[in-house]
């Protein structure tokens, strides 16, 4: 679909029919499937002491509700910079070729996650961005996958900086930049999941130095000052800023004997 034919109320109200759909597809789905009725293969896993409120839960989707109209504004700015010219997000994949079109999906979690590193560690050790901008966030001391977009409008706008950079100075394939977008969401409602989903043996591996795990961030909203990044831990791990007992936590929570009902309906612990 050509979105520049619209004009900017037919595209903003798509936009945030759009983002909406997807916001609530992945949370609404995510939310009900772990934290309304926790599979027992899952129960073990749980890095929430206890269910969250439903007091949280409207206050999250109240935010949430903000940045969608904020993240909706910016795709219409986005595709109104394609429609003037000044936008590198192109249609044909010869342009930079099919290597590039791949490759620039990576690129672009590359990026955002440099640019959430420091933009985050900004908001945080700064008292008056953190008042201002952050701390609303923050209010979800155990998160939910609702918390993903639970954003104060000044910080929705820092958060959907990166997409309106990206498209104004790299050149990526818009289908290029949808997936990015989908990554960029599904990440971030993993991150708050609230559950750890990585098998125990993962730190025992070198993707501890690369990927980011619920725990992390979990733990980011547990301590605030520690676990800024975003998909990668090269950032915390470099700068110093990875919680000091992260590993022994996350390895603490992956071996936790499991919890599986047998066929006679008694419940067997089983070891992670």
């Not at 640019?115 to 050790?125: D, I």
């Not at 499991?258 to 612990?269: F, P, Y």
């Amino acid at each position: 679909m050509d979105l520049t034919q619209f004009g900017w109320g037919t595209l903003l109200g798509l936009m945030v029919l759009a983002t909406a759909v997807r916001y609530f597809i992945f949370t609404g789905s995510t939310y009900l499937y772990f934290h309304r009725k926790t599979p027992i293969r899952f129960a073990h896993r749980r890095l929430n002491p206890r269910a969250t409120e439903s007091k949280q839960i409207r206050r999250e989707i109240k935010l949430s509700l903000q940045t969608i109209l904020i993240f909706s504004i910016s795709g219409v700015f986005i595709v109104t910079a394609k429609k003037m010219g000044i936008s590198q997000v192109y249609t044909d994949v010869d342009k930079y070729g099919l290597a590039w079109a791949i490759l620039s999906v990576p690129a672009m979690l590359i990026l955002h996650d440099t640019y959430f590193y420091w933009t985050h560690r900004a908001m945080h050790e700064s008292k008056w961005l953190f008042k201002h901008m952050h701390r609303d966030h923050h209010l979800s001391h155990h998160p939910s996958p609702f918390t993903a977009f639970a954003f104060h409008p000044s910080e929705a706008l820092v958060q959907t900086g990166i997409a309106i950079l990206i498209s104004l100075f790299l050149p990526v394939h818009q289908l290029s930049f949808m997936i990015f977008m989908i990554i960029t969401l599904s990440m971030n409602v993993l991150g708050h999941l609230g559950y750890e989903l990585y098998p125990s043996w993962f730190m025992n591996t070198p993707l501890k130095y690369i990927l980011n795990t619920t725990t992390h961030h979990h733990l980011h909203h547990q301590k605030s000052k520690a676990n800024y990044s975003l998909y990668f831990n090269f950032w915390d791990r470099i700068m110093g800023t990875n919680y000091r007992n992260y590993e022994a936590i996350y390895r603490e929570t992956t071996s936790r004997p499991s919890q599986l009902e047998s066929k006679d309906g008694k419940l067997v612990a089983e070891s992670a």
